[in-house]
C-alpha cells in the first residue's frame, strides 16, 4: 500500500507534475463529453481533420505575433466550414472531402513550418508537451475547456437530438444548422484547449476512446457520458503519473491507457462484449443440442 502511495506521491510532489495532472484532467473531461456526440453522430474523421488542420493556423499566428491558440481555433473552423460548403455543393461524399481538406491543410502547415524561423518545437506541436505547461497556459486550458463543457452539458438534449435524428429534431423545431455549426465550433475548441496536453496527432484518440468505450459499456446516453468521463480522467491521471516513472511522453501515456481500456471494454463488456457474445452463442447451441 506504501509503495503505491509513494508511486502516486513522488511525481505530485513536483510543481510542473501538478500543473501536467491539472491540463491532462480538464482535457479529458472536455474530450469525453464531446467524445460521445462525436461517437453517436458518427463524426470521429471530422475529429481528425480538424485536429490537423489547426497546424497552418498556429503557424500564421506566430507569423502575425498572435496567440498560436486562437490561430489554431480559427484554421480548425474554418476546415470544418470548408468541409461542409464542399458537402453540400459536390457529389462527394463526407468523408472524402475531410480526407482531402485536412491532408491538405496539414501539408500546408507543414510547408509554412519549414520556411519560419522559430524557436517552437514541431514535435511539441504535433504530440504536445504537456511537462511543460505554465501557469499561464494552465488558465488559457480551464478557460477554454471549462467554457466548452458548460455550452455542451446545457445543450446536451439538442444536442443529442440533433445528433441521434437530425430530421426529428427539425421537425419539432430546433434549429439544426446552428446545433450543426456550434458543435463544429465546440469541437475545434476542445481541439485548441488539448494542444498542450496531447498535441495535433493525438487528440484524436482523446475525441473518440473515452466514447467509444462507453458506447460498449451502456445504451443509455446520460450514463455513457457518466462511464466517458470516468475512462477519460482516470486515463489522464494513469497516463501522467505512469509517463514520470518510465520517462516517456505524457501524451502518449494517456493514449495508450485509453486504447487498454478500450480494450478490456470489447472483450469484457457485458451485453456487447467479445468473451460475453461468445459465451452466450455457446449457452444457445448447448440448448438447442439438448432440446434435440
Not at 8 to 19: E, K, T
Amino acid at each position: 500500500m506504501s509503495g503505491l502511495i509513494d508511486w502516486v506521491a513522488v511525481p505530485l510532489s513536483y510543481p510542473f507534475m501538478q500543473r501536467a495532472l491539472v491540463v491532462s484532467v480538464l482535457v479529458a473531461a472536455v474530450c469525453a463529453v464531446l467524445s460521445c456526440y462525436l461517437v453517436l453522430k458518427g463524426w470521429s474523421l471530422m475529429g481528425d481533420a480538424v485536429s490537423h488542420a489547426v497546424l497552418p493556423g498556429i503557424v500564421l499566428a506566430y507569423v502575425l505575433g498572435l496567440p498560436l491558440a486562437f490561430g489554431a481555433f480559427i484554421a480548425g473552423l474554418s476546415c470544418a466550414l470548408f468541409t461542409g460548403y464542399l458537402k453540400e455543393n459536390s457529389r462527394i461524399k463526407e468523408d472524402t472531402v475531410m480526407g482531402i481538406v485536412f491532408s491538405g491543410m496539414f501539408g500546408l502547415g507543414l510547408v509554412m513550418f519549414t520556411k519560419v524561423d522559430t524557436d517552437q518545437h514541431l514535435l511539441h506541436i504535433l504530440f504536445g508537451n504537456v511537462l511543460g505547461v505554465t501557469v499561464q497556459d494552465l488558465i488559457e486550458t480551464a478557460i477554454v475547456a471549462g467554457g466548452t463543457l458548460v455550452i455542451v452539458l446545457l445543450k446536451r438534449r439538442d444536442l443529442l437530438l440533433y445528433c441521434f435524428d437530425p430530421n426529428h429534431a427539425r421537425s419539432i423545431g430546433l434549429p439544426v444548422r446552428v446545433l450543426h455549426y456550434g458543435l463544429l465550433v465546440l469541437l475545434s475548441l476542445t481541439i485548441v484547449a488539448s494542444l498542450k496536453a496531447v498535441g495535433i496527432i493525438l487528440v484524436i484518440a482523446m475525441l473518440i476512446a473515452p466514447g467509444a468505450t462507453a458506447y460498449l459499456l451502456t445504451s443509455r446516453f446520460e450514463r455513457m457520458m457518466a462511464i466517458a468521463t470516468a475512462v477519460a480522467v482516470s486515463s489522464a491521471v494513469l497516463g501522467t503519473i505512469a509517463s514520470f516513472h518510465i520517462d516517456g511522453a505524457t501524451g502518449a501515456c494517456i493514449v495508450l491507457v485509453q486504447a487498454a481500456m478500450f480494450v478490456l471494454a470489447f472483450l469484457f463488456a457485458p451485453t456487447h462484449g467479445l468473451i460475453w457474445k461468445r459465451r452466450r452463442g455457446e449457452l444457445a447451441a448447448a440448448s438447442s443440442d439438448a432440446a434435440r
